[in-house]
Protein backbone atom coordinates (compact mmCIF):
# COMPACT_ATOMS: atom_id res chain seq x y z
CA UNK A 1 0.00 0.00 0.00
CA UNK A 2 3.25 2.13 0.36
CA UNK A 3 3.23 2.58 -3.34
CA UNK A 4 -0.36 3.58 -3.68
CA UNK A 5 -0.13 6.15 -1.26
CA UNK A 6 2.90 7.65 -2.78
CA UNK A 7 1.34 7.53 -6.33
CA UNK A 8 -1.92 9.38 -4.65
CA UNK A 9 0.69 12.12 -2.79
CA UNK A 10 2.26 12.81 -6.58
CA UNK A 11 -1.07 13.44 -8.48
CA UNK A 12 -2.08 15.07 -6.06
CA UNK A 13 0.58 17.95 -5.58
CA UNK A 14 -1.50 20.89 -7.27
CA UNK A 15 -4.31 20.64 -5.49
CA UNK A 16 -6.07 21.92 -2.54
CA UNK A 17 -4.28 21.15 0.99
CA UNK A 18 -7.58 19.28 1.54
CA UNK A 19 -7.45 17.40 -0.96
CA UNK A 20 -3.86 16.42 -0.58
CA UNK A 21 -4.99 15.37 3.19
CA UNK A 22 -7.80 13.49 2.02
CA UNK A 23 -6.95 9.25 1.46
CA UNK A 24 -9.56 8.52 -0.92
CA UNK A 25 -8.05 4.64 -0.76
CA UNK A 26 -9.49 4.95 3.08
CA UNK A 27 -12.84 5.46 1.87
CA UNK A 28 -13.03 2.35 -0.51
CA UNK A 29 -11.18 -0.15 2.86
CA UNK A 30 -14.05 1.11 4.56
CA UNK A 31 -15.93 0.11 2.66
CA UNK A 32 -15.11 -3.92 2.13
CA UNK A 33 -17.79 -5.63 3.99
CA UNK A 34 -19.99 -3.34 1.91
CA UNK A 35 -18.76 -4.25 -1.51
CA UNK A 36 -19.07 -8.41 -0.57
CA UNK A 37 -22.67 -8.17 1.30
CA UNK A 38 -24.17 -6.15 -2.02
CA UNK A 39 -21.79 -8.13 -4.42
CA UNK A 40 -23.11 -11.33 -2.67
CA UNK A 41 -27.05 -10.45 -2.62
CA UNK A 42 -26.93 -9.52 -5.97
CA UNK A 43 -24.98 -13.21 -6.69
CA UNK A 44 -27.61 -14.89 -5.28
CA UNK A 45 -30.29 -13.27 -6.86
CA UNK A 46 -29.18 -13.81 -10.96
CA UNK A 47 -31.84 -11.36 -12.41
CA UNK A 48 -31.58 -11.03 -16.17
CA UNK A 49 -31.85 -8.16 -17.84
CA UNK A 50 -34.89 -6.00 -17.97
CA UNK A 51 -35.80 -8.11 -15.11
CA UNK A 52 -33.32 -6.58 -12.27
CA UNK A 53 -35.71 -5.27 -10.28
CA UNK A 54 -34.55 -6.44 -6.57
CA UNK A 55 -30.56 -5.74 -7.84
CA UNK A 56 -31.15 -2.42 -9.02
CA UNK A 57 -33.15 -1.40 -5.94
CA UNK A 58 -30.37 -2.57 -3.57
CA UNK A 59 -28.17 -0.13 -5.51
CA UNK A 60 -30.51 2.67 -5.15
CA UNK A 61 -31.06 1.69 -1.54
CA UNK A 62 -27.34 1.91 -0.61
CA UNK A 63 -26.94 5.37 -3.01
CA UNK A 64 -29.46 6.96 -1.23
CA UNK A 65 -28.77 6.09 2.12
CA UNK A 66 -25.41 7.97 1.24
CA UNK A 67 -26.81 11.03 0.21
CA UNK A 68 -27.14 10.54 -3.60
CA UNK A 69 -30.21 11.78 -4.92
CA UNK A 70 -31.65 8.85 -7.40
CA UNK A 71 -33.25 9.08 -10.50
CA UNK A 72 -34.93 5.87 -11.21
CA UNK A 73 -36.63 4.19 -14.59
CA UNK A 74 -35.01 6.47 -16.44
CA UNK A 75 -34.72 6.22 -20.94
CA UNK A 76 -37.90 3.90 -20.54
CA UNK A 77 -36.20 1.02 -18.51
CA UNK A 78 -37.66 0.40 -15.28
CA UNK A 79 -33.90 -1.30 -13.87
CA UNK A 80 -32.45 1.86 -15.14
CA UNK A 81 -31.04 4.75 -12.69
CA UNK A 82 -28.87 7.71 -12.48
CA UNK A 83 -27.85 8.84 -9.10
CA UNK A 84 -26.21 11.93 -8.42
CA UNK A 85 -24.43 13.78 -5.50
CA UNK A 86 -22.74 17.26 -6.63
CA UNK A 87 -20.21 19.17 -3.50
CA UNK A 88 -21.53 22.23 -2.05
CA UNK A 89 -20.05 25.32 -4.37
CA UNK A 90 -19.52 22.21 -7.01
CA UNK A 91 -21.23 23.66 -10.00
CA UNK A 92 -18.68 24.06 -12.06
CA UNK A 93 -16.80 21.10 -11.62
CA UNK A 94 -15.96 18.23 -14.00
CA UNK A 95 -19.08 15.72 -13.90
CA UNK A 96 -17.50 12.18 -13.68
CA UNK A 97 -19.90 9.05 -14.63
CA UNK A 98 -18.99 5.46 -12.95
CA UNK A 99 -20.94 2.73 -14.76
CA UNK A 100 -22.28 -0.13 -13.01
CA UNK A 101 -24.19 -3.41 -14.48
CA UNK A 102 -26.02 -5.77 -12.65
CA UNK A 103 -27.91 -8.70 -15.13
CA UNK A 104 -26.91 -12.47 -14.74
CA UNK A 105 -27.09 -14.62 -18.04
CA UNK A 106 -29.48 -17.27 -18.35
CA UNK A 107 -28.96 -20.88 -18.76
CA UNK A 108 -25.88 -21.37 -16.49
CA UNK A 109 -25.71 -21.96 -12.51
CA UNK A 110 -23.25 -22.55 -10.01
CA UNK A 111 -22.73 -22.32 -6.46
CA UNK A 112 -19.82 -21.02 -4.85
CA UNK A 113 -17.94 -24.45 -4.98
CA UNK A 114 -14.57 -25.03 -6.98
CA UNK A 115 -15.93 -28.33 -8.46
CA UNK A 116 -18.73 -28.23 -10.94
CA UNK A 117 -21.87 -27.61 -8.82
CA UNK A 118 -24.86 -26.72 -10.21
CA UNK A 119 -27.92 -25.17 -8.67
CA UNK A 120 -30.91 -27.10 -9.81
CA UNK A 121 -33.51 -24.36 -8.62
CA UNK A 122 -31.88 -21.69 -10.34
CA UNK A 123 -31.95 -20.68 -14.12
CA UNK A 124 -29.41 -18.09 -14.18
CA UNK A 125 -25.63 -17.11 -12.75
CA UNK A 126 -23.25 -14.49 -12.87
CA UNK A 127 -21.13 -15.91 -15.15
CA UNK A 128 -19.70 -12.50 -16.33
CA UNK A 129 -19.43 -10.89 -13.08
CA UNK A 130 -21.71 -8.25 -13.50
CA UNK A 131 -22.92 -8.86 -9.73
CA UNK A 132 -19.33 -7.56 -9.19
CA UNK A 133 -19.48 -5.28 -11.84
CA UNK A 134 -22.61 -3.35 -9.75
CA UNK A 135 -20.74 -3.68 -6.21
CA UNK A 136 -16.84 -2.40 -7.08
CA UNK A 137 -18.83 0.39 -9.00
CA UNK A 138 -21.15 1.12 -5.80
CA UNK A 139 -17.95 1.54 -3.68
CA UNK A 140 -16.04 3.80 -5.84
CA UNK A 141 -19.11 6.21 -6.26
CA UNK A 142 -19.66 6.10 -2.25
CA UNK A 143 -15.82 6.64 -1.75
CA UNK A 144 -15.33 9.43 -4.74
CA UNK A 145 -18.16 11.24 -2.89
CA UNK A 146 -16.88 11.56 0.71
CA UNK A 147 -13.23 12.54 -1.12
CA UNK A 148 -15.67 15.35 -2.77
CA UNK A 149 -17.11 16.19 0.51
CA UNK A 150 -14.23 16.07 2.92
CA UNK A 151 -12.07 17.83 0.10
CA UNK A 152 -14.29 20.55 -0.71
CA UNK A 153 -13.25 19.89 -4.43
CA UNK A 154 -15.87 20.59 -6.95
CA UNK A 155 -17.64 18.40 -8.89
CA UNK A 156 -20.43 15.98 -9.46
CA UNK A 157 -20.49 11.88 -9.05
CA UNK A 158 -22.88 10.24 -10.89
CA UNK A 159 -23.22 6.05 -10.22
CA UNK A 160 -25.19 5.07 -13.39
CA UNK A 161 -27.07 2.01 -13.40
CA UNK A 162 -27.49 0.19 -16.67
CA UNK A 163 -29.51 -3.05 -16.93
CA UNK A 164 -29.31 -5.88 -19.81
CA UNK A 165 -25.33 -5.39 -20.83
CA UNK A 166 -25.88 -9.34 -22.21
CA UNK A 167 -27.89 -8.87 -25.59
CA UNK A 168 -29.95 -5.55 -24.16
CA UNK A 169 -28.03 -2.93 -24.50
CA UNK A 170 -29.16 -1.04 -21.52
CA UNK A 171 -26.80 1.63 -21.89
CA UNK A 172 -27.40 2.17 -25.61
CA UNK A 173 -30.69 3.29 -24.93
CA UNK A 174 -29.34 5.74 -22.19
CA UNK A 175 -26.86 7.43 -24.49
CA UNK A 176 -29.50 7.77 -26.91
CA UNK A 177 -31.81 9.52 -24.52
CA UNK A 178 -29.10 11.88 -23.69
CA UNK A 179 -28.41 10.70 -20.35
CA UNK A 180 -24.67 11.09 -20.86
CA UNK A 181 -24.59 14.56 -23.01
CA UNK A 182 -23.55 16.49 -19.98
CA UNK A 183 -20.89 13.94 -18.16
CA UNK A 184 -17.34 15.11 -19.00
CA UNK A 185 -16.05 11.84 -18.09
CA UNK A 186 -17.32 7.89 -17.76
CA UNK A 187 -15.21 5.33 -15.76
CA UNK A 188 -15.89 1.53 -15.60
CA UNK A 189 -14.32 -1.56 -15.06
CA UNK A 190 -15.16 -5.51 -15.93
CA UNK A 191 -14.62 -8.40 -14.19
CA UNK A 192 -11.68 -10.92 -15.50
CA UNK A 193 -9.38 -13.23 -15.05
CA UNK A 194 -6.29 -10.76 -15.29
CA UNK A 195 -5.82 -7.21 -14.17
CA UNK A 196 -5.49 -4.69 -17.32
CA UNK A 197 -6.00 -0.77 -18.07
CA UNK A 198 -4.60 -1.94 -21.10
CA UNK A 199 -6.29 0.94 -24.67
CA UNK A 200 -8.52 -2.61 -25.67
CA UNK A 201 -11.37 -1.77 -28.53
CA UNK A 202 -14.32 -3.89 -28.97
CA UNK A 203 -16.31 -5.14 -31.85
CA UNK A 204 -19.44 -3.76 -32.72
CA UNK A 205 -22.18 -5.80 -32.63
CA UNK A 206 -26.23 -6.20 -33.86
CA UNK A 207 -28.36 -8.77 -33.14
CA UNK A 208 -32.05 -9.72 -34.00
CA UNK A 209 -34.81 -12.61 -34.14
CA UNK A 210 -35.67 -14.14 -37.35
CA UNK A 211 -38.78 -15.41 -37.60
CA UNK A 212 -40.27 -17.85 -39.88
CA UNK A 213 -44.11 -18.74 -40.63
CA UNK A 214 -45.09 -21.48 -42.86
CA UNK A 215 -48.21 -24.04 -43.55
CA UNK A 216 -49.16 -26.63 -40.59
CA UNK A 217 -49.56 -30.28 -41.82
CA UNK A 218 -49.15 -33.79 -41.16
CA UNK A 219 -45.64 -34.77 -42.15
CA UNK A 220 -46.49 -37.96 -43.66
CA UNK A 221 -50.25 -37.76 -44.40
CA UNK A 222 -50.22 -34.64 -46.27
CA UNK A 223 -46.79 -33.37 -46.70
CA UNK A 224 -47.52 -31.29 -50.07
CA UNK A 225 -49.54 -29.11 -48.30
CA UNK A 226 -47.13 -27.95 -45.52
CA UNK A 227 -44.38 -25.39 -45.69
CA UNK A 228 -41.92 -25.54 -42.86
CA UNK A 229 -41.06 -22.92 -41.20
CA UNK A 230 -38.03 -24.56 -39.89
CA UNK A 231 -36.98 -25.42 -43.36
CA UNK A 232 -36.46 -21.66 -43.88
CA UNK A 233 -34.71 -21.37 -41.20
CA UNK A 234 -31.87 -24.14 -41.97
CA UNK A 235 -32.20 -22.81 -45.21
CA UNK A 236 -31.00 -18.88 -44.06
CA UNK A 237 -28.78 -20.04 -41.58
CA UNK A 238 -26.89 -22.52 -44.60
CA UNK A 239 -26.77 -19.19 -47.13
CA UNK A 240 -24.67 -17.13 -44.03
CA UNK A 241 -22.46 -20.09 -43.12
CA UNK A 242 -21.57 -20.27 -46.74
CA UNK A 243 -20.99 -16.18 -46.52
CA UNK A 244 -18.81 -16.70 -44.34
CA UNK A 245 -15.82 -17.63 -46.40
CA UNK A 246 -16.66 -14.00 -48.36
CA UNK A 247 -16.30 -11.64 -45.04
CA UNK A 248 -12.70 -10.40 -43.48
CA UNK A 249 -10.79 -11.66 -40.68
CA UNK A 250 -12.50 -9.01 -37.56
CA UNK A 251 -15.85 -10.83 -38.94
CA UNK A 252 -18.05 -12.67 -36.30
CA UNK A 253 -21.28 -14.08 -36.94
CA UNK A 254 -23.05 -16.90 -34.50
CA UNK A 255 -27.08 -18.30 -33.84
CA UNK A 256 -28.84 -20.32 -32.28
CA UNK A 257 -32.31 -21.78 -33.08
CA UNK A 258 -34.75 -20.59 -30.77
CA UNK A 259 -37.98 -22.62 -31.85
CA UNK A 260 -38.03 -25.05 -34.28
CA UNK A 261 -40.99 -27.28 -34.04
CA UNK A 262 -42.79 -29.39 -31.45
CA UNK A 263 -43.22 -32.80 -33.12
CA UNK A 264 -41.09 -34.60 -36.50
CA UNK A 265 -44.58 -35.56 -37.50
CA UNK A 266 -45.62 -32.13 -37.79
CA UNK A 267 -44.64 -29.20 -40.30
CA UNK A 268 -43.79 -26.47 -38.06
CA UNK A 269 -45.60 -23.07 -38.67
CA UNK A 270 -43.72 -21.27 -37.00
CA UNK A 271 -39.66 -21.46 -36.55
CA UNK A 272 -36.81 -18.76 -35.07
CA UNK A 273 -33.56 -18.01 -35.54
CA UNK A 274 -31.72 -15.67 -33.50
CA UNK A 275 -28.30 -14.28 -34.78
CA UNK A 276 -25.38 -11.76 -33.72
CA UNK A 277 -22.93 -10.28 -36.51
CA UNK A 278 -19.83 -8.40 -35.01
CA UNK A 279 -17.33 -6.49 -36.62
CA UNK A 280 -14.42 -3.94 -35.05
CA UNK A 281 -15.86 -1.13 -37.38
CA UNK A 282 -19.65 -0.77 -37.47
CA UNK A 283 -20.40 0.64 -40.85
CA UNK A 284 -19.33 -2.84 -41.56
CA UNK A 285 -21.37 -4.37 -38.94
CA UNK A 286 -24.22 -2.49 -41.15
CA UNK A 287 -22.99 -3.72 -44.75
CA UNK A 288 -22.92 -7.43 -43.36
CA UNK A 289 -26.80 -6.79 -42.19
CA UNK A 290 -28.01 -6.15 -45.46
CA UNK A 291 -26.42 -9.64 -46.89
CA UNK A 292 -27.89 -11.16 -43.26
CA UNK A 293 -31.53 -9.91 -44.23
CA UNK A 294 -31.02 -11.19 -47.94
CA UNK A 295 -30.44 -14.46 -46.66
CA UNK A 296 -33.55 -14.37 -44.76
CA UNK A 297 -35.69 -12.94 -47.61
CA UNK A 298 -33.78 -15.70 -49.89
CA UNK A 299 -34.18 -18.70 -47.62
CA UNK A 300 -38.35 -17.79 -47.19
CA UNK A 301 -38.41 -17.14 -50.97
CA UNK A 302 -37.34 -20.52 -51.49
CA UNK A 303 -39.18 -22.35 -49.03
CA UNK A 304 -42.31 -20.86 -49.52
CA UNK A 305 -42.59 -19.51 -45.91
CA UNK A 306 -43.02 -15.50 -44.86
CA UNK A 307 -39.87 -14.32 -42.71
CA UNK A 308 -40.37 -11.20 -40.30
CA UNK A 309 -37.12 -10.43 -37.93
CA UNK A 310 -36.67 -7.73 -34.75
CA UNK A 311 -33.62 -5.97 -34.02
CA UNK A 312 -32.80 -7.03 -30.36
CA UNK A 313 -29.68 -5.18 -29.89
CA UNK A 314 -26.91 -2.95 -31.01
CA UNK A 315 -23.62 -1.93 -29.45
CA UNK A 316 -21.21 0.41 -31.08
CA UNK A 317 -17.50 -0.93 -30.74
CA UNK A 318 -15.07 1.13 -27.87
CA UNK A 319 -13.44 4.19 -28.42
CA UNK A 320 -10.19 4.30 -26.11
CA UNK A 321 -8.69 7.41 -25.20
CA UNK A 322 -4.98 6.52 -24.57
CA UNK A 323 -4.36 9.91 -22.30
CA UNK A 324 -6.73 8.38 -19.85
CA UNK A 325 -5.94 4.79 -19.90
CA UNK A 326 -2.15 5.11 -19.25
CA UNK A 327 -3.01 7.32 -16.45
CA UNK A 328 -5.88 4.27 -15.01
CA UNK A 329 -2.42 1.71 -16.08
CA UNK A 330 -0.40 3.80 -13.33
CA UNK A 331 -2.39 3.47 -10.88
CA UNK A 332 -3.75 -0.16 -10.85
CA UNK A 333 0.01 -0.39 -10.95
CA UNK A 334 0.39 1.82 -8.22
CA UNK A 335 -2.05 -0.73 -6.61
CA UNK A 336 -0.97 -4.12 -7.54
CA UNK A 337 -2.92 -7.21 -8.08
CA UNK A 338 -4.73 -9.93 -5.79
CA UNK A 339 -2.83 -12.19 -3.41
CA UNK A 340 -4.76 -14.73 -2.10
CA UNK A 341 -5.14 -16.48 1.15
CA UNK A 342 -3.81 -20.09 2.19
CA UNK A 343 -7.84 -20.92 1.39
CA UNK A 344 -8.44 -18.91 -1.86
CA UNK A 345 -5.34 -20.13 -2.82
CA UNK A 346 -6.47 -23.40 -2.73
CA UNK A 347 -9.80 -23.02 -4.61
CA UNK A 348 -8.30 -21.11 -7.51
CA UNK A 349 -5.80 -24.99 -7.79
CA UNK A 350 -8.86 -26.74 -7.49
CA UNK A 351 -10.53 -24.43 -10.22
CA UNK A 352 -7.61 -24.28 -11.92
CA UNK A 353 -7.42 -28.48 -12.32
CA UNK A 354 -11.04 -28.26 -14.33
CA UNK A 355 -9.21 -26.07 -17.36
CA UNK A 356 -7.21 -28.96 -18.48
CA UNK A 357 -4.65 -27.77 -21.12
CA UNK A 358 -5.34 -24.24 -20.43
CA UNK A 359 -4.92 -24.05 -17.16
CA UNK A 360 -2.25 -21.20 -16.67
CA UNK A 361 -0.43 -20.25 -13.26
CA UNK A 362 -2.38 -18.60 -11.00
CA UNK A 363 0.59 -16.31 -9.41
CA UNK A 364 -1.07 -14.15 -12.79
CA UNK A 365 -4.07 -12.94 -10.30
CA UNK A 366 -0.99 -10.97 -8.61
CA UNK A 367 0.35 -9.11 -11.37
CA UNK A 368 -0.76 -6.62 -14.03
CA UNK A 369 -0.69 -6.81 -17.83
CA UNK A 370 1.48 -4.89 -19.94
CA UNK A 371 -0.09 -1.58 -21.32
CA UNK A 372 -0.94 -1.54 -25.04
CA UNK A 373 -3.07 -1.00 -27.71
CA UNK A 374 -4.94 -3.58 -28.74
CA UNK A 375 -8.66 -5.20 -30.20
CA UNK A 376 -10.74 -7.23 -28.26
CA UNK A 377 -13.25 -9.35 -29.80
CA UNK A 378 -15.79 -9.16 -27.59
CA UNK A 379 -18.77 -6.76 -27.56
CA UNK A 380 -20.20 -4.28 -24.88
CA UNK A 381 -23.04 -1.20 -24.63
CA UNK A 382 -19.86 0.77 -22.90
CA UNK A 383 -19.10 1.22 -26.39
CA UNK A 384 -21.49 3.43 -27.22
CA UNK A 385 -20.72 5.41 -24.03
CA UNK A 386 -17.02 5.92 -25.38
CA UNK A 387 -18.58 7.52 -28.40
CA UNK A 388 -20.55 10.36 -26.20
CA UNK A 389 -18.18 11.02 -23.90
CA UNK A 390 -14.29 10.62 -22.89
CA UNK A 391 -14.36 6.82 -21.37
CA UNK A 392 -11.74 4.97 -19.55
CA UNK A 393 -11.88 1.61 -17.70
CA UNK A 394 -9.71 -1.62 -16.27
CA UNK A 395 -10.57 -5.13 -15.92
CA UNK A 396 -9.08 -7.29 -12.47
CA UNK A 397 -8.74 -10.50 -11.73
CA UNK A 398 -11.87 -11.65 -10.05
CA UNK A 399 -11.76 -14.87 -11.79
CA UNK A 400 -8.84 -17.53 -11.32
CA UNK A 401 -6.38 -17.09 -13.78
CA UNK A 402 -7.46 -18.94 -17.40
CA UNK A 403 -11.22 -18.95 -16.87
CA UNK A 404 -13.28 -18.04 -19.36
CA UNK A 405 -16.22 -15.13 -18.92
CA UNK A 406 -19.18 -17.54 -19.42
CA UNK A 407 -18.08 -20.03 -17.62
CA UNK A 408 -19.46 -22.32 -14.18
CA UNK A 409 -15.88 -21.29 -13.08
CA UNK A 410 -16.61 -17.64 -13.67
CA UNK A 411 -19.74 -18.28 -11.65
CA UNK A 412 -18.33 -19.74 -8.70
CA UNK A 413 -15.24 -16.94 -8.11
CA UNK A 414 -17.87 -14.10 -8.59
CA UNK A 415 -19.44 -15.65 -5.53
CA UNK A 416 -16.29 -15.91 -3.39
CA UNK A 417 -13.87 -13.73 -1.72
CA UNK A 418 -11.28 -14.00 -4.83
CA UNK A 419 -14.18 -12.08 -6.76
CA UNK A 420 -15.13 -9.58 -3.84
CA UNK A 421 -11.10 -9.08 -3.68
CA UNK A 422 -11.20 -8.21 -7.38
CA UNK A 423 -14.19 -5.90 -6.85
CA UNK A 424 -12.62 -4.06 -4.61
CA UNK A 425 -9.13 -3.58 -6.30
CA UNK A 426 -11.53 -1.90 -9.18
CA UNK A 427 -13.09 -0.02 -6.61
CA UNK A 428 -9.72 1.55 -5.84
CA UNK A 429 -8.81 2.14 -8.93
CA UNK A 430 -11.61 3.77 -10.30
CA UNK A 431 -11.51 5.96 -7.22
CA UNK A 432 -8.00 7.04 -8.15
CA UNK A 433 -8.70 7.84 -11.78
CA UNK A 434 -11.71 10.21 -10.19
CA UNK A 435 -9.71 11.94 -7.81
CA UNK A 436 -7.18 12.73 -10.71
CA UNK A 437 -9.41 13.46 -13.04
CA UNK A 438 -11.11 16.16 -10.80
CA UNK A 439 -7.53 17.59 -9.84
CA UNK A 440 -6.16 17.27 -12.84
CA UNK A 441 -6.93 19.90 -15.53
CA UNK A 442 -3.91 19.09 -17.97
CA UNK A 443 -5.24 15.72 -18.07
CA UNK A 444 -9.01 16.90 -18.57
CA UNK A 445 -8.13 18.93 -21.51
CA UNK A 446 -5.90 16.41 -23.24
CA UNK A 447 -8.33 13.81 -23.07
CA UNK A 448 -11.48 16.11 -24.53
CA UNK A 449 -8.74 17.05 -26.90
CA UNK A 450 -8.08 13.31 -28.30
CA UNK A 451 -11.84 12.58 -27.89
CA UNK A 452 -12.47 15.53 -29.98
CA UNK A 453 -10.03 14.52 -32.71
CA UNK A 454 -10.65 10.64 -32.73
CA UNK A 455 -14.71 11.39 -33.42
CA UNK A 456 -14.16 13.98 -35.86
CA UNK A 457 -15.70 17.59 -36.99
CA UNK A 458 -18.68 16.21 -38.29
CA UNK A 459 -19.45 13.32 -36.45
CA UNK A 460 -22.71 12.63 -35.45
CA UNK A 461 -23.86 9.78 -33.31
CA UNK A 462 -26.24 6.47 -34.54
CA UNK A 463 -27.30 3.82 -32.64
CA UNK A 464 -26.86 0.34 -34.09
CA UNK A 465 -30.55 -0.54 -33.06
CA UNK A 466 -32.28 1.92 -34.19
CA UNK A 467 -35.03 3.43 -33.06
CA UNK A 468 -36.52 0.63 -31.32
CA UNK A 469 -37.94 0.70 -27.62
CA UNK A 470 -36.01 -1.17 -25.19
CA UNK A 471 -36.94 -4.74 -25.68
CA UNK A 472 -38.09 -5.15 -22.00
CA UNK A 473 -39.38 -9.07 -22.67
CA UNK A 474 -36.12 -10.44 -24.18
CA UNK A 475 -34.97 -12.90 -21.50
CA UNK A 476 -38.87 -14.02 -20.40
Not at 183 to 211: C, G, Y
Request: aromatic share 8%; with cysteine.
Amino acid sequence: MKLASTAIALSLITAPLAAQQADPLAEVAMQGDRTARVAKQIWDWAELGYQEGRSSGLLQDELESEGFTVTAGVAGIPTAFVAEWTAKGGKGGPVIAILAEYDALPGITQSASATRDPIEDKHAGHACGHNLFGAGSLTAAIAVKRWLEKTGTPGTIRLYGTPAEEGGSGKVYMTRAGLFEDVDFAINWHPDSINSAAAETSLANRSAKFRFHGVSAHAAGAPERGRSALDGVEAMNMMVNLMREHTDMNTRIHYVITSGGSAPNVVPDFAEVFYYVRHSDADEVRALWTRLEAAAKGAALGTGTEVDWEIIHGNNSLLPIEALAKVMDAKLRSLGGIEYTAEERAFAEEIAKSFGDHAVPIEGAATIKPYGKSLGYGSTDVGDVSWATPTVGLNTATWVPGTSAHSWQAVAASGSSIGFKGAQLAAKAMTLMAVELYTNPELRVAARAEFDAARGPNYRYESLLGDRDPPLDYRK
